[in-house]
């Protein structure tokens, strides 16, 4: 069944489930927020609910209920690959269903109808500077796709059902995603090939024609887009940039508006950016000591760098409290198709070490690993040695999983989110006012 059919034999029994859930359950409090909470980034206190991914701290992450290693095993690859056709994994997590191998290769073929990037996106690219960072870059070509919103089109002209907004937006979500490969493609061969342009193949998929139009033809390499791709697709629904997505299209901005405001998070350091910061800090190892350093000499070096309090990138999470289970399935692959490679090998011995050394230092909730600490070593493998770019690759990843947010936000009609700001004054006299009641009740 096609993708949008399959949504719609699924529509009425979620939209009867969250109706039920509030009108029955409307007043069921789930959480207390503590003023520890408000000023420590709205940290662990529920805003979402999402049926896309969930990541339990103790697990990771699951996809519509699917752990990495169920994903990987279950979902259909392409006939000259081992890892599983991104086509696939974004049905799945639209409908929620691991599909067939048709239902995987027809995701395919509506991205490759859909895949035209319109003549002003190239303009706005080729405008900017030299120096732009390509997540910039990124970003603002998804702002000018927004051109082609059917959502923001039809709205104009007046669609006004609510409940038939989601199909423009699955639509639009349809077409951006489409555009990516060839997109960020494009944006690697403006910054680092000249300006070249390649035609995406049209008997390759979505991964594998982004490989080929960056100009890697190794048949691993496709394989290693096809896993990143899979494994950076979502992380449940109140991450940076999936809530900075959410947050924007509750207004009914469209998927252009609300993804451009996406990639805008992913960019920051502490969240997408650091897969580059991650491989910078590896190189840096390795230069500081001519070569891979003996075991004895990294724990020297990792232990002073903590005694600086420096933060070690690539470690720590602010949900997950185990080794992040995408880390473990880059790790497998490296294993795999670059045992020797020294970055890798580098990066290996840090993971032997470090976990330990954060846990006797006591500060860092999550001592282990995130994606982040092995990601750039996989592409720096493959030649892929620009790091400013390794965000794009995340981010390219990552809008399979934001237009499905998007797109399940108006299929069960989110309204527009707005929480509520205090002043420190109203939450001083809060504080003041429960005390005194205490006090009154011989608390
Ligand atoms: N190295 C050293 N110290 C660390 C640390 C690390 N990797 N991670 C956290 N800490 C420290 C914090 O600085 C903090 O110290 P202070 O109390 O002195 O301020 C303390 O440990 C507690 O922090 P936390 O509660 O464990 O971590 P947060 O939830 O606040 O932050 C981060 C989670 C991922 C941002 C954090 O661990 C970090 O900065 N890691 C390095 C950057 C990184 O790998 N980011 C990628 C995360 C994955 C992701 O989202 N990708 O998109």
């Not at 629904?237 to 405001?261: E, F, I, P, R, T």
């Not at 790790?331 to 890798?344: C, G, K, S, V, Y």
Request: charged share 25%; hydrophobic share 40%; aromatic share 10%.
């Amino acid at each position: 069944m096609n993708v949008k059919d399959r949504i719609r034999s699924k529509l009425p029994e979620w939209r009867e489930r969250t109706a039920r859930l509030v009108h029955d359950h409307g007043s069921f409090k789930v959480a207390d927020v503590t003023v520890e909470q408000i000023f420590g980034g709205i940290r662990g206190v529920p805003i979402q609910v999402s049926d896309i991914s969930y990541v339990d701290p103790m697990e990771g992450i699951r996809f519509r209920g699917y752990s990495i290693p169920e994903v990987l095993k279950l979902l259909p690859r392409p006939e000259t690959g081992q890892y599983p056709l991104v086509g696939g994994l974004y049905y799945l997590l639209m409908t929620g269903e691991v599909p067939t191998q048709e239902e995987a290769e027809d995701i395919e073929v509506e991205w490759k109808v859909r895949s035209n990037l319109p003549d002003h996106v190239f303009q706005v690219l080729k405008a900017m500077p030299r120096y732009t960072h390509p997540m910039t870059l990124f970003s603002q070509a998804i702002l000018a796709l927004q051109t082609e919103s059917i959502f923001a089109r039809r709205y104009y002209y007046g669609i006004h059902n609510k409940a038939d907004y989601w199909e423009a937006f699955l639509q639009d979500s349809l077409n951006l995603t489409a555009k990516l490969p060839v997109l960020a493609a494009n944006i690697y061969n403006l910054k680092y090939r000249d300006g070249i342009y390649v035609n995406p193949e049209p008997n390759r998929d979505w991964a594998s024609n982004f490989a080929h139009m960056i100009g890697k033809e190794e048949p691993d390499y496709a394989d290693l887009c096809r896993l990143f791709f899979v494994l950076h697709s979502d992380h449940e629904g109140a991450n940076v940039s999936a809530h900075a997505s959410h947050l924007v299209g509750s207004a009914l901005a469209d998927v252009y508006l609300s993804c451009s405001a996406g990639m805008n998070g992913l960019a920051g350091p502490l969240h997408g950016l650091a897969n580059q910061e991650c491989l910078r800090w590896l190189l840096k190892i390795r230069e500081h000591f001519g070569r891979v350093p003996r075991r004895d000499e990294l724990q020297v070096y990792l232990e002073s760098a903590l005694g600086k309090n420096e933060i070690i990138p690539g470690y720590g999470h602010a949900v997950l409290r185990v080794t992040d289970p995408r880390f473990t399935a880059q790790a497998e692959f490296a294993q795999r198709f670059m045992p020797e490679d020294e970055i890798f090998r580098l990066a290996m011995l840090v993971f032997d070490i470090l976990p330990s050394l954060l846990i006797q230092q006591g500060k860092v909730k999550n001592p282990y690993p995130n994606v982040d600490a092995i990601n750039g070593t996989l592409q720096y493998h493959y030649g892929v040695k620009e790091f400013d770019f390794y965000t794009v690759l995340f981010g390219l990843s990552r809008i399979l999983g934001l237009t499905t947010h998007i797109t399940w936000s108006r299929i069960l009609g989110k309204p527009i989110e707005r929480p509520k700001s205090l002043t420190t004054k109203i939450l001083e006299e809060m504080i003041d006012r429960e005390a005194v009641n205490l006090a009154k009740e011989g608390k």
